[in-house]
């Protein structure tokens, strides 16, 4: 049973604010030990339901953020920059099934901690097939393309909510209940960290259990950016990119790692 987690920091128990999640703040090297203690709790409840190899990519931001020191040594880590491209070396055929841990809500939820879509400076929302996601429903896509089920989603209630809503009977651990963009009423960092680790190891306990989230060609995305200067940006071509109007560029084609690859990495 070989397990991938996708570790982000803004749904970690404890974690609120921007400044936690902004390298080179006193917040952020409290919040980095935040972060490598509840992803290696999702770590020992991979194990304990049943993962004989954990591969964790540390997915924010930069891709530096785990304390070396502190990773757990059953499970191997992807680290720093990966190449435009790839969204979760080192998971193949091989590859039972994806955990997304301390994720957060799509970019314009009401009421969720650090809501955004991949860039809160340049993407407003993101579409799929016509229907809106984050980044849940991104790695979801991205990871059902190779065949590869989600079977649990951590972070605050509405990215919770939103993975049950886009994938149905998903395994979900709610760390915390988001009273606004920069506010939650927080359960305590050890706390968090049993609630995931229980529900990684339901999840893996039932892996067999979970569909991949397959996107039926034609596959269309449409994001709306923040500014036309951003679109401007953009080498269109009225064929696989069209400018829609001044924000908003579609992207078209048949194979969705290469519509979303174009979406995400031009
Ligand atoms: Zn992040």
């Given at each position: 049973m070989q397990v991938y987690i996708m570790a982000d920091m803004e749904g970690i128990g404890g974690i609120v604010l921007r400044e936690q999640v902004t390298k080179g703040t006193p917040e952020y090297a409290e919040a980095r030990e935040l972060f490598i203690a509840e992803v290696n709790a999702a770590v020992a409840g991979a194990f304990e339901g049943g993962a004989t190899r954990v591969i964790v990519r540390?997915?924010?931001?930069?891709?530096?953020?785990?304390?070396?020191?502190?990773?757990?040594?059953?499970a191997e880590w992807v680290q720093g920059s990966v190449p435009?491209?790839?969204?979760?070396?080192?998971?193949?055929?091989?590859t039972d099934l994806l955990l997304l841990v301390g994720y957060h809500a799509m970019?314009?939820?009401?009421?969720?901690?650090?809501?955004?879509?991949?860039?809160s400076l340049t993407w407003q929302r993101f579409e799929l097939n016509g229907r809106e996601m984050g980044e849940v429903g991104i790695d979801a896509a991205f990871a059902g393309y190779l065949g590869v089920p989600v079977g649990l989603v951590t972070g605050d209630d509405k990215v919770c909510r939103e993975a049950r809503e886009l994938l149905g009977d998903v395994e979900t651990a709610q760390v915390k209940e988001a009273l606004g963009r920069h506010g939650a009423l927080m359960l305590a960092p050890a706390a968090s960290r049993k609630l995931v680790r229980e529900a990684a190891a339901r999840a893996v306990a039932r892996a067999h259990s979970f569909t991949p989230f397959v996107v039926e060609p034609p596959v269309v995305v449409r994001i709306r950016y923040t500014g036309t200067e951003i679109v401007d940006a953009i080498r269109t071509?009225?064929?696989?990119?069209?400018?829609?109007?001044?924000q908003t560029v579609e992207y078209r084609g048949d194979d969705l790692w290469e519509v979303l690859s174009m979406a995400l990495w031009g």
């Open positions: 540390d997915a924010h931001g930069s891709g530096w953020n785990f304390p070396p020191e502190k990773m757990d040594p059953r435009a491209g790839q969204r979760f070396p080192g998971m193949g055929e091989e970019a314009g939820t009401a009421g969720a901690v650090r809501d955004h879509t991949m860039s071509d009225g064929r696989q990119k069209i400018r829609l109007d001044g």
